[in-house]
């Protein structure tokens, strides 16, 4: 657990690597992003939480998510920051996992048969701010 991350920080810096992933995904395939504004808290320990939330990329023009996903993958294991782990799903899908040295996680994967491009993310954990508690949505 992070003790000087705030709640702030958490969801910022979590947000930030959504938009880096988004914006590493060519633009002719873009038709919409949306990044959830809020996120809610899940509990880590009794006293710790991290920030999750997330975004979706609706796609156009049937793209190759295998290359997508790779590409990105590339450009953040370029990062020393970063770690990446490529799988399938159930579907045969491609998942990417992204895990940062604090704890934050971001799962990149294509959802409803294809149709978006979907980020769940997760902040490291940090101290459970005064007044709030997990599954707050913030």
């Not at 156009?60 to 450009?75: C, E, G, R």
């Not at 920051?81 to 992204?98: S, W």
């Not at 902040?123 to 997990?134: I, K, L, N, V, Y």
Request: with cysteine.
């Amino acid at each position: 657990m992070d003790k000087t991350l705030t709640i702030d920080q958490a969801k910022s810096q979590t947000q930030e690597v959504e938009m880096r992933i988004i914006e590493l995904t060519p633009a002719t395939y873009v038709a919409d992003v949306r990044q959830q504004p809020e996120g809610v808290l899940l509990a880590c320990s009794p006293t710790s939480v991290t920030w999750a939330g997330g975004a979706t990329l609706t796609v156009q023009s049937d793209p190759d998510f295998t290359k997508i996903l790779t590409d990105i993958q590339t450009a953040f294991n370029a990062d020393p920051a970063y770690t990446t782990i490529m799988d399938t799903d159930y579907h045969g899908d491609p998942v990417l996992t992204i895990h940062d040295a604090a704890g934050s996680q971001w799962i990149v994967r294509p959802m409803k048969r294809g149709a978006t491009l979907d980020i769940s993310s997760s902040s490291p954990c940090f101290a459970t701010p005064d007044g709030m508690q997990r599954s707050d949505s913030y």
